[in-house]
């Protein structure tokens, strides 16, 4: 059974920082993209990062060079390390991947598209 399972998220001040972790089972990260979505009240989702098999990161135009995706294959577990946090950043972050047969290489911003979710994680940015 695929699961990701999502944690970190919390109540934050301005500029502070906080990591987001993303377990999955049932399949290995390694083997596909993975992305960071995100859903603000009355908003919908938005894409926030991605990392492909290889490595490469992407990073939606609001959080380039504050927000740094990663991933521990050894762990199955991707990460996103959020600094300089602002209010606007205040939404449900969920991890998501695409598709799993066939994996995909590298990150899709359609987060329409995907077939597999976690169950979210609020962060909350606000002093």
């Known amino acids: 059974e695929v699961r990701l399972v999502e944690s970190g998220g919390g109540l934050v001040q301005p500029g502070g920082s906080l990591r987001l972790s993303c377990v999955a089972s049932g399949f290995l990260i390694s083997s596909t993209a993975m992305n960071w979505v995100r859903q603000a009240p009355g908003k919908g989702p938005e894409w926030v990062s991605g990392?492909?098999?290889?490595?490469?990161?992407t990073y939606t135009s609001s959080v380039k060079g504050r927000f740094t995706i990663s991933s521990d294959n050894a762990k199955n577990t991707v990460y996103l390390q959020m600094n300089s946090l602002k209010p606007e950043d205040t939404a449900v972050y969920y991890c998501g991947v695409q598709s799993l047969s066939p994996p995909w290489a590298t990150p899709s911003v359609n987060s329409q598209q995907y077939s597999y979710w976690g169950q979210g994680t609020q962060v909350t940015v606000s002093s």
């Open positions: 990392i492909s098999v290889d490595g490469f990161t």
